[in-house]
């Protein structure tokens, strides 16, 4: 009969603590006043733009990857340009 295996974590996986800080601190800033009223795609090029991953960045901001990356592949659509009419 095969033994269960522990609940507790192996001591032969290290724990890559940089990448827990460097993801704690990414929430922090996109949390901050200054990019809390940006767009996701906004946020996520900002995040990307310091170093993290497309798949990082979504976890970060509570996305997935495959959003990110069809969202990011979108051109910007430019508001109220077609909402101004000639009068001729």
Do not use: C
């Not at 033994?3 to 800033?29: F, M, R």
């Amino acid at each position: 009969m095969p033994k269960a295996k522990k609940g507790t974590q192996s001591t032969d996986a290290a724990t890559d603590w940089t990448e827990v800080i460097a993801k704690a601190l990414a929430y922090l800033v996109v949390s901050s006043p200054g990019l809390k009223e940006k767009k996701v795609t906004e946020k996520a090029t900002f995040l990307m733009g310091l170093g993290l991953a497309r798949r990082d960045a979504a976890s970060v901001l509570g996305s997935t990857d495959d959003s990110l990356r069809v969202n990011l592949g979108k051109k910007p659509t430019r508001r109220g340009a077609s909402r101004t009419h000639k009068n001729t």
